[in-house]
């Protein structure tokens, strides 16, 4: 299997919700568990790429290896080739993984399906994408949605992604999860291109990928992870959790 780098990027200063990698669910750091669930995948080596001292010495209690990162990068891509650079021996791994840090409870067989695209000829890019069964995320602005062609094999290409209901009129849309797998050199060529019109008018940095010819692979799995992203998010989990323990 081809050597692989997951990256987990976190940061404490989260405007929509503070603080969020130490939240605590179940008892533990959110962040502790979405880098259990990594580990637990045995698709690679896990980091998390931290600019945070306060979370930093949490890592470092919990044996958790991380890396320090500028605080000022421009966003979680950014951090994860920051994080990428200071891996000793970096040049082993063929294929780096970015695991966003707000989903507690991923299911981490979804990495294996996601690092299986690594093995298409020419690979660049891949994320996956889940069938939306819930009628009202169709119109959720904060829910995107993705364009995509037949590739082979169950695997399938975007063509575009949107905050709006595309492609219009269908029968099945899909949702897009937003963990990503590139080649180092893909990686290296994203960062260092300008922010697209595309990307820019629906604040979807993927946009900035295909206006600049770099193909996204994508496979489909069963649901999307459960996102903590505001206050509200957090709230409805836990009140969630609660009801179960009753």
Same mark, same amino acid.
């Given at each position: 299997?081809?050597?692989?780098?997951?990256?987990?990027?976190?940061?404490?200063?989260?405007? @929509?919700?503070?603080?969020?990698?130490?939240?605590?669910?179940?008892?533990?750091?959110?962040? #502790? @568990?979405?880098?259990?669930?990594?580990? /637990?995948?045995?698709?690679?080596?896990?980091?998390?790429? &931290?600019?945070?001292?306060?979370?930093?010495?949490?890592?470092?209690?919990?044996?958790?290896?991380?890396?320090?990162?500028?605080?000022?990068?421009?966003?979680?891509?950014? @951090?994860?080739? =920051?994080?990428?650079?200071?891996?000793?021996?970096?040049?082993?791994?063929?294929?780096?993984?970015?695991?966003?840090?707000?989903?507690?409870?991923?299911?981490?067989?979804?990495?294996?399906?996601?690092?299986?695209?690594?093995?298409?000829?020419?690979?660049?890019?891949?994320?996956?994408? &889940?069938?939306?069964?819930?009628?009202?995320?169709?119109?959720?602005?904060?829910?995107?949605?993705?364009?995509?062609? =037949?590739?082979?094999?169950?695997?399938?290409?975007?063509?575009?992604?949107?905050?709006?209901?595309?492609?219009?009129?269908?029968?099945?849309?899909? #949702?897009?999860?937003?963990?990503?797998?590139?080649?180092?050199?893909?990686?290296?060529?994203?960062?260092?291109?300008?922010?697209?019109?595309?990307?820019?008018?629906?604040?979807?940095?993927?946009?900035?990928?295909?206006?600049?010819?770099?193909?996204?692979?994508?496979?489909?799995?069963?649901?999307?992870?459960?996102?903590?992203?505001?206050? /509200? =998010?957090?709230?409805?989990?836990? #009140?969630? #959790?609660?009801?179960?323990?009753?």
């Amino acid at each position: 299997m081809i050597k692989t780098l997951i990256i987990i990027p976190a940061r404490m200063g989260s405007k @929509r919700l503070p603080g969020k990698p130490l939240v605590k669910i179940r008892g533990k750091p959110m962040i #502790e @568990r979405v880098w259990r669930n990594a580990i /637990n995948s045995k698709v690679g080596d896990v980091y998390v790429a &931290c600019c945070d001292k306060e979370l930093e010495a949490v890592l470092i209690k919990k044996n958790i290896k991380c890396i320090y990162t500028p605080k000022n990068l421009k966003s979680g891509t950014d @951090r994860v080739y =920051d994080a990428y650079l200071k891996v000793k021996k970096k040049g082993k791994y063929k294929l780096i993984i970015n695991l966003q840090g707000d989903l507690p409870y991923f299911n981490y067989h979804y990495l294996k399906k996601l690092q299986t695209l690594s093995k298409i000829k020419n690979f660049q890019m891949g994320t996956l994408v &889940c069938p939306i069964l819930n009628q009202n995320k169709v119109t959720d602005k904060n829910k995107v949605k993705v364009v995509m062609s =037949d590739y082979k094999n169950k695997i399938f290409k975007a063509i575009y992604f949107s905050r709006l209901p595309i492609p219009f009129g269908s029968s099945k849309y899909y #949702e897009h999860i937003g963990i990503y797998a590139y080649t180092p050199k893909t990686l290296k060529n994203f960062i260092s291109l300008r922010q697209s019109k595309l990307e820019k008018s629906e604040s979807l940095e993927q946009l900035r990928a295909i206006e600049n010819g770099i193909d996204i692979f994508i496979k489909s799995v069963a649901k999307a992870p459960v996102s903590i992203d505001t206050k /509200n =998010d957090l709230k409805k989990l836990l #009140e969630t #959790e609660n009801r179960e323990k009753i």
